[in-house]
């Protein structure tokens, strides 16, 4: 994930939408104690700054330091840069040691991620047994733009990230080892709505900050041709007006299995 989106780091705090606050409600539901969030992979920390609504404290990392110089400020979030080079005693440590989180979530990211790495990190600073991971991916109804997007899709294939599969399968094959709590298991997430409104040259710039529109570029190649883009306005009835699109996002989210629990004891 290192790198991937240090170029477009200002377009991406700018156009990444951010989530429902009832997701977090609910995630904060869950949790008997309201002091540690982690938010890993917080990029320009959209969930982070959610998350802080109901915690003390949360400790937003990434690998990207240049994402971390756009992500919004918030008196209650601590962003840490965390290299690749970050060992898992190193990173437990700067969590707060084992057992010191109530919540730890991912939005959109952890595709991106070493998972074994991540995963045995999330189990030791999780705090047991009541401790909570929720991690969760989105994907625009493009239904209204179906002649380009199909266009488009068929441009930027080449440049996908096979990194990103578990996102475009929504995160049904993603590993998921943790103890189901009622909201989606490993195989079977659950699935959750949100609506975004964008003008056309919103959803554009938007789109151009998804890593396949990033490499493309880095080649050199733009994607959006004067065919797609004559396609797309036609398709939205002109360019300044804003439409609504329906998102459906799939969350998984699970405390420590119960031996992981009796291990740390």
Do not use: C
Request: glycine content about 6%; overall charge negative.
């Amino acid at each position: 994930m290192a790198g991937v989106f240090d170029k477009t780091a200002e377009q991406y705090a700018q156009r990444r939408p951010g989530y429902p606050k009832e997701w977090f409600s609910m995630l904060a539901s869950l949790t008997p104690e309201h002091k540690v969030a982690w938010d890993a992979g917080t990029g320009s920390g959209q969930a982070a700054i959610s998350v802080a609504e109901h915690y003390d404290q949360v400790i937003a990392t990434d690998v990207s330091a240049t994402q971390l110089k756009h992500a919004a400020e918030h008196p209650k979030v601590r962003y840490l840069h965390t290299p690749i080079s970050t060992s898992e005693d190193e990173l437990v440590s700067k969590l707060g040691g084992d057992n010191s989180i109530d919540l730890i979530i991912s939005a959109t990211a952890v595709h991106w991620f070493d998972l074994p790495f991540f995963y045995s990190v999330a189990n030791r600073v999780l705090k047991k047994p009541h401790g909570i991971i929720a991690v969760w991916t989105y994907g625009i109804n493009t239904q209204h733009l179906k002649n380009s997007s199909k266009m488009l899709l068929e441009a930027v294939l080449p440049y996908i990230d096979p990194r990103t599969r578990h996102l475009l399968e929504g995160y049904k094959k993603l590993p998921f080892p943790f103890e189901s709590v009622g909201y989606g298991s490993e195989g079977s997430p659950i699935e959750l709505s949100m609506e975004i409104e964008m003008t056309l040259v919103e959803f554009v710039k938007s789109l151009k900050t998804v890593s396949a529109f990033v490499k493309s570029e880095e080649q050199g190649v733009e994607l959006f041709s004067d065919e797609i883009l004559k396609e797309m306005k036609k398709e939205w009835g002109g360019t300044t007006g804003r439409r609504k699109f329906s998102s459906i996002s799939y969350m998984l989210v699970g405390k420590p299995k119960s031996d992981q629990s009796l291990a740390s004891n």
